[in-house]
């Protein structure tokens, strides 16, 4: 009988099924070596022979004594990890994202694990520490491949077939050489996790303070106090000791260097110190995540009785029951999720708390840290591949994780509340690549199964969650007042057809946009500029024979940038100079079209030259910090106007902003999405709710189109105009909440044969689904992007059919259709519930 660390099996062969990092539809069975029964778990990595020649670590996934049906079963050749880096949950979830989003398990895996982390590269051989080189009782292969390898720190399994010339499979030699433990494993990924380290020195051993012999060592370090005391020579070195026992901290022998070179003391007297041996020098671990301190008025927080009243009745549901709460911008959400938060932190449970966009953290665990200290951690893809994975492996350390979509993959074992601000937000929805998931669909299941609460929060819910809480689905909570009793933002129409015909329009601002700027600065008050478009004109066009510079790769103009002197498409990144004059016709007169936040930022240099004027949008953002320097600032009120494009309209909070100026409301309207008009009234509405935080602001929305209903929705606050007139249309024309949706994209280098694919393709579809689910062949907005053309056929489904057997019904499909060798080179995928 044999026992392994998960269960008893009464035979000698043990297997277990793993994940592999590759687009595979199933798991892979292996055979477990008998000296690693003992010690293999699920959820650890092992390496293991996948192909003829290469070797991949993979988690496990399960553990069983099934014989399966092949003739032969491979082994694991190495277990990678003392402990799982994986919870048994974590892979019932991951089977979950895989089975509802149509996808599979490598997919869900490469994007659930930190790079640091993620098993997607060949795993590296190298000598055993331990292996005391005798080679007498090795074969002549294996001792062939001993010697190439002991030449380098750690070989791959292809180069070492290349240097050692051994015509037999190279393979079994080396899992022969692993199961001898003459080899080991070298997990050689190309964002290997290494911890921090930082140089600190500690007192010699003879100098510390001894408590088996104290007066002895006392008396040591005091003669040489008193030596360095007297002689002026070793002033510095004096000084330099001083230093060090001022910089300890609770009976810490280690102090960090830079902090002893912050005070003045230079390299060379540390080096001449520990080359006298009264110093030495080390490399400490140390963590890559700022802890901060709770403030003194811990939980200090008095909610009103619209929010009390909520947060009691939250309290009082059931675990498995969604809540959406509804509250006006500025209406105390976030003093509810506190609330909240305390109350789970009291039971014991963690908080996990979702937001869509990493700019939206800062601020959030600035708030957070003031109540909660040292519990709140934070996960999001602008760490480094080091920060995220040491959030990863002390997960259960932190009460509080504030992250956007990807933290929901985090190894959770104690989550008693998730809460899912700014629930409307498309950015919860992943685009590219698979898994295409839905942060905030996948949080909801994540809280069914831990049985924890789940939070939906937003000031413009999307359509689809409204309905939920209104047919009863979810639990509906509302707050229609402002905290503090501050009016909401006056919403002034400033109509530049009119204002063009009366002179009224400056450049890109009207008269009122720009009396209002004056009238806020004058003030002392900030103002914030929204044109969701970046860079510093759309398209540049030849006057003489109308040329449009294209992106050669993609079905896109190429946007200028001026900063940069450069024309750049946004979906490949390609970019070429600025043109001098026409390449089609030699003429120069070339004129720019439209306009973006760089153009704005200029023109209001021109207009309000005294006003410190910044820009937030993809462009300014870049680096690791840039959000968080930006929003500071503006907290500060070191800025003045601050341009920006959607990065401005989710969720920030500031208390100095009288005035918001949106420039060109009609973009919005214009997009060929049957959400177009929703996603319109969401960003103007958020955009607006900046205005007036604390006392009554005013917003001016440009445009061409004041009388349309989206406009005058949003000027009046009226949500249910939009929800209403927005349901019947849904219901109508076969839409969510009534249909579910899922869009299949095929893509190739050749538009012919993907037309011909495409229409093969809806040709088999409609086989399986009537006509009238089915929309398409028909080309996206975008027709081709990095080289690749693109069609899409769209599959409506009605809500109370059977979704799963659907999707199954289409993997099946996807399988055979696209194994066909006519068909072998198209790329393809299939998106559920599309954004």
């Known amino acids: 009988m044999l026992t392994s660390a998960n269960k008893t099996f009464n035979n000698d062969t043990i297997f277990v099924e793993v994940i592999l990092p590759l687009h595979l539809p199933s798991t892979f069975t292996y055979r477990v070596p008998r000296e690693f029964v003992e010690q293999i778990l699920v959820g650890q990595r092992v390496a293991v022979q996948f192909g003829s020649k290469r070797i991949y670590s993979a988690i496990v996934a399960d553990i069983h004594n099934r014989i399966p049906k092949v003739q032969s079963v491979k082994y694991v050749l190495a277990i990678l990890d003392f402990q799982p880096i994986v919870l048994a949950k974590n892979i019932a979830f991951w089977r979950w994202i895989a089975s509802y989003y149509c996808c599979y398990l490598g997919d869900v895996m490469a994007a659930a694990l930190p790079a640091a982390l993620r098993l997607k590269s060949e795993t590296k051989v190298i000598i055993n520490p331990d292996f005391d080189g005798d080679i007498s009782n090795l074969n002549k292969e294996e001792q062939l491949l001993i010697s190439a390898i002991s030449k380098k720190e750690s070989v791959a399994i292809a180069d070492i077939s290349k240097a050692t010339a051994i015509e037999v499979n190279i393979l079994p030699i080396i899992q022969t050489l692993i199961r001898k433990k003459i080899l080991t494993t070298d997990e050689e990924l190309y964002d290997r996790y290494e911890p921090k380290k930082e140089s600190v020195v500690m007192l010699a051993e003879k100098y510390r303070n001894d408590s088996n012999n104290k007066d002895t060592e006392n008396t040591v370090l005091q003669q040489l106090f008193t030596e360095f005391e007297s002689n002026k020579k070793y002033e510095k070195q004096y000084q330099a000791l001083l230093a060090y026992f001022s910089l300890r901290q609770n009976g810490d022998w280690n102090v960090k260097k830079l902090d002893l070179i912050e005070h003045n003391i230079s390299s060379n007297t540390l080096n ?47 675990n498995n029951k969604v809540s959406l709460l509804h509250g006006v911008t500025a209406s105390g959400k976030t003093e509810v999720y506190i609330k909240l938060i305390e109350q789970t932190l009291k039971a014991n449970k963690q908080v996990l708390f979702l937001l869509p966009e990493i700019s939206l953290t800062a601020q959030l665990v600035s708030r957070l840290e003031k109540y909660f200290g040292e519990n709140v951690g934070v996960y999001h893809s602008r760490f480094s591949k080091e920060e995220r994975a040491e959030i990863w492996s002390k997960v259960g350390e932190y009460k509080i994780i504030i992250g956007s979509r990807s933290a929901v993959f985090l190894p959770f074992s104690n989550l008693g509340l998730i809460i899912v601000d700014e629930e409307h937000d498309n950015s919860y929805k992943q685009s590219e690549p698979s898994p295409r998931y839905n942060g905030k669909d996948a949080a909801i299941w994540l809280g069914y199964q831990h049985n924890a609460k789940v939070i939906l929060g937003s000031a413009t819910p999307s359509i689809e969650t409204y309905y939920n809480a209104q047919t009863g689905k979810y639990a509906l909570f509302e707050l229609k007042t402002r905290y503090g009793s501050v009016a909401l933002p006056e919403i002034l129409i400033s109509d530049l057809k009119e204002a063009k015909r009366n002179g009224e329009l400056y450049s890109i601002f009207s008269k009122l946009l720009l009396e209002n700027i004056n009238t806020a600065l004058k003030n002392r008050e900030q103002v914030i500029l929204f044109q969701n478009r970046r860079g510093f004109a759309p398209s540049v066009q030849c006057e003489i024979c109308g040329y449009i510079p294209k992106c050669p790769n993609c079905d896109v103009s190429l946007t200028l940038h001026k900063i940069s002197a450069s024309l750049n498409c946004h979906y490949c990144n390609f970019n070429q100079p600025l043109l001098k004059v026409c390449p089609q016709c030699g003429s120069a007169a070339l004129k720019m079209f439209g306009f973006g936040t760089e153009k704005i930022e200029e023109e209001l240099a021109i207009y309000f030259p005294n006003a410190c004027i910044k820009r937030m949008d993809l462009d300014s953002t870049r680096s690791k910090n840039a959000y968080q320097k930006l929003i500071l600032a503006f907290e500060k009120r070191e800025i003045d106007i601050l341009v ?41 509405t958020q955009v607006s709710g900046r205005a007036g935080r604390r006392k009554k602001g005013k ?7 004041p009388y349309h209903q989206v406009i005058r929705d949003v000027s009046e606050h009226n949500y249910l105009s939009m929800f209403n007139s927005q349901i019947l249309e849904r219901k109508v024309f076969k839409y969510p909440p009534f249909y579910k949706l899922v869009k299949i994209e095929l893509s190739h280098v050749n538009k012919t044969i ?29 027709a081709k992007i990095k080289n690749r053309y693109r069609m899409q056929v769209w599959l409506k489904l009605e809500a109370n059919l059977s979704y799963s057997s659907a999707k199954t019904e289409i993997l099946r499909l996807n399988e055979a259709f696209f194994s066909n060798e006519k068909y072998k080179s198209m790329k393809y995928f299939v998106d559920i519930d599309p954004q």
Do not use: W
């Not at 080359?275 to 008095?302: C, G, H, M």
């Not at 919005?668 to 996603?679: N, Q, T, V, W």
């Not at 694919?757 to 009238?772: C, G, L, M, Q, V």
């Open 754 to 782: 993907l037309d011909a694919a495409a229409t093969d393709y809806s040709k088999e579809i409609r086989h399986i689904f009537s006509s009238e689910r089915i929309l398409g062949p028909q080309e996206p907005p975008i």
């Open 644 to 684: 920006g494009t959607q990065m401005l309209s989710k969720g920030l909070d500031f208390d100095n902003v009288s005035v918001v100026g949106i420039l060109n409301a009609d973009n919005l309207l214009a997009i060929p999405d049957f959400r177009s008009y929703e996603k319109a009234y969401q960003m103007l």
């Open 699 to 705: 917003v001016i929305i440009q445009t061409c189109n």
């Open 272 to 318: 001449t110190l520990i080359k006298k041996k009264i110093l030495v020098s080390t490399k400490k671990i140390v963590s890559r995540l700022k802890k901060t301190p709770a403030s003194a008025e811990l939980y200090d927080l008095t909610l009103t009785d619209e929010q009390k009243k909520i947060f009691d009745n939250i309290l009082s549901l059931p």
